[in-house]
C-alpha cells in the first residue's frame, strides 16, 4: 500500500488564537496521520503465546524500573508462523546507555525494534518503558523515540514545515513548537537547511532529518534500526556526533548496525542476537576483558628484526609470530605484568625496540569471536 502524503505546505500557524482543533493530529493506539514506511505493522492483538513458544513467568506489571531503568526487557519473545524471531530476550537500559545491537541479518533485531516501538504486539513476555508497559501504548510511544531503517519523508515540504507537522503531531503546544523546532534542527546540524524541501536533501541529511523529528517530543529512548546504513563517511562521523551528544544529555539508545566500527567508540554495552536468541548482553569494558585471552601484539625494531622474531617463537605464551610490513605481529597469552616481563626481557636482550603495542579490541573482534561457528548467513 502506498502512503498519501500532503500535496501543499502548510500554511503559517497564527501565535493567537490557538490553531484550530482539526489541526491537531490525535495521537492514539493506531496513529494514521503519522510516517508509516513499513507495509508490513502487524495490528496490535490480544491473546495468549502461540504454542510453540516456550512459557515464561507472568511477571506483574505493578512497580517496574523502580532503580531508574528506562528499558526493562523481560523473556520478550515474537513468532513468525514456525519461525521463532525473539527468543526470551531480557535485558535492561539505563540514562546514557548505548546498546550496539548486533546480529546477522534475519537475527531479530528489527522486530525487537518493533516490538519496543508498540508498532509490533509480542507474543510472550513483557518489556517497560520509563515504567510504562507496552500496553500502555500511547505512554510508551511518548517515551520512545523510533526510526526505522527506511524513512519516510514528505517530500513536498520544507525542512521546517515537515518538522511543524510533526510538532502538532505530538501534541506540542503552540508557543513550544518554535523553540522545540529550532533547538532539534541545532542539534542535528539542519538549520542552514530549514528551508530547502525535504525531497532535495541528501540521504545522510535526510538521516538527520530524522533524528530531529524524534529529539521535538524529548523522548527517554532512542531505537535507531541501521542509522548509518548507506551514509558516507563524513555523514557517519556527523551522525556519531549527535548520538554521542544525546548520550552526554542522559538519553538511551538501542542503535542497530551493521557497521560495527561506527559503534565501538560510544557504545558502552553489547548485545548479539543472533536467531533470535541473545548471546551477549554486556557492558563492552567488561566483556572486553573476559575475551581477552589472547592479546595481539605489534613491535617495530631499528634492527636485528629476525633475531626477535625467532625468539618471540621460544616464548611460551608466545603463538603465530609474522611480519605485517616492518612490523612484528603475535598473540600474547598472559596478562598485563606477563606483557611488561616480555617487554622487559627483550630490552634486557638487547634489542633496540621502537615500538611494543597490544592493539586494541573493537566490536568487530568481539563479534568475531563470540559467534564463530555460530552465524551462518
Known sequence: MEESYPTSKL??????????????????ATPVRRPRPEEDIVPRQEGSPGPLLRPVEVIPSGAPCADGAVLDIRGLSKRYGAVLAVNQLTFRLFPG???????????????TLRMLATVLACDAGEAFVAGHSLK????????????????????????????????????????????????????????????????????????????ARLLMHDPALFLLDEPAAGLDPRARVELRDILKGLQQRGKAMI????ILSDLAD???????????????????????????????VRLRTLARGEEIRKSLEKTESVEKVSWEGEEIV??????DQDMADLHRKLMEQGFPLITFAEDPWDLEDLYLQITEGVVTE
Do not use: W
Open 11 to 28: 500554511e503559517p500557524t497564527e501565535p493567537d488564537p490557538a490553531p484550530p482543533a482539526a489541526q491537531e493530529i490525535e495521537v492514539t
Open 97 to 111: 546507555d548505548i546498546l550496539g545491537f548486533l546480529g546477522p541479518n534475519g537475527a531479530g533485531k528489527t522486530t
Open 266 to 296: 560510544f557504545c558502552n554495552k553489547v548485545a548479539i542476537l543472533v536467531s533470535g536468541n541473545l548471546l551477549v548482553f554486556e557492558e563492552t569494558s567488561r566483556l572486553i576483558d573476559k575475551l581477552r585471552g589472547t592479546r595481539r
Open 330 to 335: 603475535f598473540e600474547f597469552k598472559g596478562h
Open 255 to 258: 542503535v542497530s548496525s551493521h
Open 136 to 211: 500502555q501504548v500511547q505512554e510508551v510511544r511518548a517515551r520512545v523515540g523510533y526510526m526505522p531503517d527506511f524513512l519516510g519523508v514528505y517530500d513536498d515540504l520544507l525542512v521546517k514545515e515537515y518538522l511543524e507537522f510533526f510538532a502538532r503531531a505530538y501534541k506540542i503546544s503552540a508557543h513550544h513548537r518554535e523553540f522545540v523546532i529550532k533547538e532539534a534542527l541545532e542539534t542535528t546540524r539542519l538549520t542552514h537547511l530549514q528551508e530547502n524541501l525535504v525531497d532535495g536533501l541528501s540521504r545522510g541529511q535526510k538521516q538527520r532529518l530524522g533524528l
